[in-house]
């Protein structure tokens, strides 16, 4: 399974930018995809997540300015973030736990999209 991601760049705070990410490959179903960021020095944190059934989990930091959504007919899933701050600067990567024929659903990784966000 390959997780394509798009949509990073420099923004000021205050503005929105729309990430994509689009998983393709052997694929049986998507239990669920998300995205999660990492800033420098820190961990790798959970920003949002959906499932196939479209429950949603948003991190506090993110809630009411950043909204995730879900295509299952085209295996993307979109993060819309709006209000901005430097705070939310990091790669953002893209995560789908999937089926691949008969085997367990396990993780797999988008290669990170850069969001920099100037004060």
């Known amino acids: 399974v390959q997780l394509q991601a798009s949509g990073g760049g420099l923004v000021q705070a205050g503005g929105s930018l729309r990430l994509s990410c689009s998983a393709a490959?052997?694929?049986?179903?998507?239990?669920?995809m998300g995205w999660y960021r990492q800033a420098p020095g820190t961990q790798r944190e959970l920003v949002a997540t959906?499932?196939?059934?479209?429950?949603?989990n948003y991190a506090d930091s993110v809630k009411g300015r950043f909204t995730i959504s879900r295509d299952n007919a085209k295996n993307t899933v979109y993060l819309q973030m709006n209000s901005l701050k430097p705070e939310d600067t990091a790669i953002y990567y893209c995560?789908?736990?999937?089926?691949?024929?008969?085997?367990?659903?396990?993780?797999?990784w988008g290669q990170g999209t850069l969001v920099t966000v100037s004060s």
């Open positions: 490959g052997s694929i049986s179903s998507i239990k669920a």
């Open positions: 959906v499932t196939s059934s479209k429950t949603i």
């Open positions: 995560k789908a736990i999937a089926v691949t024929g008969w085997s367990a659903p396990r993780d797999y």
